[in-house]
Every structure is written in structure tokens, then in C-alpha cells.
């Protein structure tokens, strides 16, 4: 008996597209197609994985508090302007391949601003005795604080009253009335008879 062998057909290795791995990148983006016939080989094809370049940079950002005095009649210096400021900043760090950002944290160490006590001005009173203390996040937006000097009320003193006017002969009533007696001798009259 005589066995007769057919034709071998040939076949393809189609395309294989290399996998995304976070943060790394594959020295070949994908295997080519291949086309495979009874005399093809066994073949491997071993795709590296690179870890990608990142560049590190750091953001800042200030948040700004401004304390501003005001006089309200204008005819006497308003104190300085007193300013505040506090600067965060984090870590980002982009993909050089992929062009990715992630962010750090925020450093968040002493974030809060101090309180300031409203200057004194003599004849003046501020409405705000004291701005209070703020805390502060990088979320949080610039402030203007206004404290605004009024002019204290003068005191009205009473009008004295006017002094009674002094009659030079009326005796003063402080001083003793001296008053003189005249005695009559009673032989010094002469009777007639």
C-alpha cells in the first residue's frame, strides 16, 4: 500500500503589539508578522522592558494674607501694611516617555499664619483689636484683612458758671462785720430849767 502526501500549507505569525507596563517602555513596540512554512524554525522573540526616565521638579505656591490700616479721617499716618505669606511646595515628576505627571504631597509644616495685634494711635480706636490666627492649605486663596481706625469722641466738659458780681459795699461773708458803738455820756447833758 502507497501512501501519497499532500501539499503543506503555510501559515502566518501575525503581529504581536508589545504590552504597556507603568512606567517602563518595551525595546520593541511589537513583533512583525512572520510567515511560516514547513522549513520555519521554532523561534523566540524576547521583548525587554526599560524603566522609564523621570524628571523630578518641584512646585511652589504661596497663599498670601495682607493686613491693611485705613484712618478713617486721613489726618494722621495709618500704620504699615503688615504682610504675610506662607510657600508649599511638593515634588512632580513627569514620564519622560509618556510625558506622565504625578504630584507629591504638599509639605504642610507650620501652615498657618500668626495673629497680629492692631497697632495703638493715639485718639484712635481700630475695630479690629486683633486679627486671628489663620491655618492655611495650598487650596486655600489670598486674603486682604481692613482695619479701620475711628477717631475717639472728645469729652465735652460742662461750662463753669459765671461769678456773681462783687458789691464793694456789701461785707464779704468770710470776713467779720465790724460795727462801732457810740456811747453818750449821760452828764454831758445840760438841763435847763
Not at 500500500?1 to 508589545?18: R, T
Not at 459765671?162 to 458803738?181: F, G, L, M, Q
Request: a negative charge; hydrophobic letters at 30%; aromatic letters at 8%.
Amino acid at each position: 500500500m502507497k501512501l501519497l502526501g499532500g501539499q503543506w500549507s503555510d501559515d502566518q505569525w501575525n503581529e504581536v503589539l508589545s504590552k504597556e507596563v507603568k512606567g517602563y517602555h518595551p525595546d520593541k513596540k511589537s513583533v512583525a508578522q512572520q510567515n511560516v512554512t514547513i522549513n520555519t524554525v521554532d523561534a523566540a522573540v524576547i521583548v525587554h522592558y526599560i524603566e522609564n526616565p523621570v524628571e523630578t521638579t518641584t512646585e511652589n505656591k504661596v497663599v498670601k494674607r495682607t493686613v491693611i490700616y485705613v484712618v478713617k479721617d486721613n489726618n494722621v499716618k495709618a500704620p504699615e501694611t503688615v504682610k504675610q505669606e506662607f510657600k508649599f511646595s511638593r515634588e512632580v515628576f513627569t514620564d519622560t516617555v509618556t510625558d506622565e505627571i504625578t504630584f507629591g504631597n504638599w509639605n504642610f509644616d507650620h501652615s498657618s499664619f500668626e495673629s497680629v495685634v492692631s497697632h495703638s494711635l493715639k485718639g484712635y480706636t481700630p475695630d479690629i483689636e486683633s486679627v486671628e490666627a489663620l491655618t492655611v492649605t495650598p487650596d486655600s486663596k489670598d486674603t486682604d484683612v481692613t482695619v479701620t481706625y475711628t477717631k475717639n469722641p472728645v469729652e465735652v466738659q460742662s461750662t463753669p458758671k459765671p461769678a456773681e458780681p462783687v458789691d464793694s459795699n456789701k461785707p464779704s461773708p468770710t470776713e467779720p462785720t465790724n460795727i462801732v458803738t457810740k456811747q453818750v455820756n449821760p452828764t454831758s447833758a445840760t438841763a435847763k430849767s
